[in-house]
């Protein structure tokens, strides 16, 4: 087994200078500067080489570590791709806390988390489609529904759930709690038309946004008057039974409630 790499902090790193000035921050750990020479190597010769034609022996030898240290910190090309999707759930979660802080408006927030994501995703455009490819298959530990995925899936679904109860708007209680795992999988339609966009600067999903998300708040503000109640209990009845982990969340909701 290869041994960890020790974390090596800056020794002097929360100092103070002898003459005053404000100490250096802190460097990363050694062993989170390996892992990401490691990801960003291959997120590299994914653009390059493509998804299928990388190994994990190529990313050892272009990273400049050893192949047993590549497959310590990635125990194989998905995790890989896993470290991309986390990394990308954290820029997102980083870009969108000025949305999250500021207008109440359910209209506004939701456009302002869905156009950060677009945002945070910009740079990978150009690659998306190698990665869809795989996720698609459905037996793939890199489709977003899959167990390997929770990680990343549950970030997401934590900024729409913040982004919802920030809001001034007032939806029915008993679709409030799957309302966050509704707008995560709105907002898995939007990286599939994303991945296939063509248009100068995805321009074309950024004005999907613009069009949906006074959509998505109506429908939510609607969903609580009682003429739609039938229908609000339909699709809270779908979410619960198809949604990845919707059973479990009302299950602990019911249970702290």
Request: hydrophobic share 40%; proline share 5%.
């Amino acid at each position: 087994m290869v041994k960890h790499e020790k974390d090596a902090a800056d020794a002097d790193g929360s100092r103070t200078a002898g003459d005053g000035r404000a100490a250096r921050r802190p460097k990363a750990p050694k062993s989170e500067q390996t892992r990401t020479l490691i990801l960003e190597t291959a997120l590299r010769l994914f653009e390059e080489r493509g998804y299928d034609r990388t190994t994990m022996r190529a990313v050892a030898q272009e990273a400049g570590v050893s192949v047993g240290n590549a497959y310590y910190y990635f125990s194989s090309k998905e995790h890989l791709v896993q470290g991309f999707y986390d990394r990308l759930a954290a820029e997102h979660e980083a870009a969108v806390q000025p949305v999250l802080a500021g207008d109440r408006d359910l209209t506004v927030r939701i456009r302002g988390v869905l156009l950060s994501w677009l945002d945070v995703a910009g740079p990978y455009h150009r690659f998306a489609t190698q990665f869809f490819k795989n996720a698609a298959d459905p037996d793939s530990p890199l489709s977003p529904f899959s167990p390997d995925s929770a990680a990343a899936r549950e970030a997401v679904i934590a900024v729409h759930e913040r982004c919802l109860s920030g809001s001034s708007a007032k939806a029915d209680p008993e679709l409030a709690r799957l309302l966050p795992q509704l707008m995560w999988l709105m907002q898995m339609g939007l990286v599939l038309f994303w991945v296939y966009d063509r248009s100068e600067g995805t321009e074309r999903s950024r004005r999907l946004v613009e069009r949906t998300a006074p959509i998505a708040a109506r429908a939510i503000t609607l969903s609580r008057f009682r003429v739609l109640r039938p229908l609000v209990r339909q699709i809270h009845d779908v979410l619960v039974e198809f949604l990845p982990g919707a059973s479990s969340r009302v299950a602990r909701d019911v249970r702290s409630s």
